[in-house]
């Protein structure tokens, strides 16, 4: 097994991954799944990010298009008005936040990156949407977020078929990692994918066995936060669903997740302390 890098670069400032730490989920659309994740006006994306920010977030992820399943896809002009203004209201207000752009479009990357201030690029399509995504990233030398998709948002959850999800996602980041360390890409951090382009045994397989994706040597990102995969297995709702997220947040934790990607920042925050506590006392009774 390949260590994983206990740092990465953002901005010329060195993020600590030794500990865990919570991404914040800001979705600039009105469509998303969970209808708690969403805003619009300049008022609402400033209080959800400084609240996030006292809850501990370490990272403010920033969308502006849904992705859940069968979603439809909106031009790259309305995602820059979306996304741009979102970035740009936080860093003026809080101008130290570390802020990801969740986007699969290298045109809505470069300007978020090189004109409102965003420091890391979250791609769901891994490269495959955008032909210029990898060289973007080396060009800029930002972090990035590789998420596996089977498919696309529209047709993802379709008939999605693996002969081991874990080991077919595995060997998927495998080619990718080769194509962006060619491409001279340094900070590489990888997302399976939960909920895209898999059904919810698929899902659950990838939480049970999610330290496997360590053998990739890179940060891992988990992002389950109230998925379908909680709320159809449990019959609610996703406004019902932060329990089941924290429940399944600690295992990911358990099994190596570096970074949780969620709606809820103040429970994943402590569910990161109290998972670090246990594993600390259990390092100390192997010594």
Request: glycine residues 8%.
């Amino acid at each position: 097994m390949t260590d994983k890098p206990k740092y990465i670069n953002v901005g010329g400032r060195l993020l600590d991954l030794s500990v865990q730490k919570v991404m914040g989920i800001i979705n600039v659309t009105p469509d998303s799944f969970y209808e708690g994740s969403r805003v619009e006006s300049e008022r609402q994306i400033i209080e959800t990010a400084e609240k996030m920010t006292r809850d501990g977030a370490s990272i403010i992820d920033v969308g502006g298009i849904s992705t859940r399943p069968y979603s439809n896809e909106i031009t790259a002009e309305e995602e820059e008005k979306r996304v741009l203004g979102a970035i740009r209201y936080i860093i003026r207000e809080m101008p130290d936040t570390v802020i990801s752009v969740d986007t699969y479009r290298a045109s809505v990357a470069r300007k978020a990156v090189e004109e409102c201030g965003a420091l890391i690029i979250n791609d769901i399509s891994g490269g495959e949407a955008d032909s210029k995504m990898f060289s973007l990233v080396k060009e800029l030398n930002v972090p990035y977020i590789m998420m596996h998709m089977q498919g696309t948002p529209r047709t993802m959850q379709e008939n999605p078929v693996y002969e081991d999800v874990v080991a077919d996602i595995l060997k998927w980041f495998s080619v990718k990692i080769s194509d962006l360390q060619s491409a001279g890409v340094k900070d590489i951090i990888l997302d399976p994918g939960i909920g895209f382009g898999k059904t919810i045994n698929h899902n659950f397989e990838i939480v049970r066995r999610f330290s496997d994706f360590s053998i990739a040597g890179r940060p891992l990102v988990a992002g389950i936060s109230r998925k379908s995969m909680i709320w159809k297995t449990l019959g609610i709702t996703p406004g019902e669903a932060l329990n089941g997220t924290s429940v399944l947040n600690a295992v990911a934790l358990m099994g190596g997740a570096d970074i949780l990607r969620v709606h809820d920042v103040k429970e994943a925050v402590e569910s990161v302390k109290l998972i670090s506590m246990l594993m600390s006392r259990e390092n100390e009774t192997k010594k």
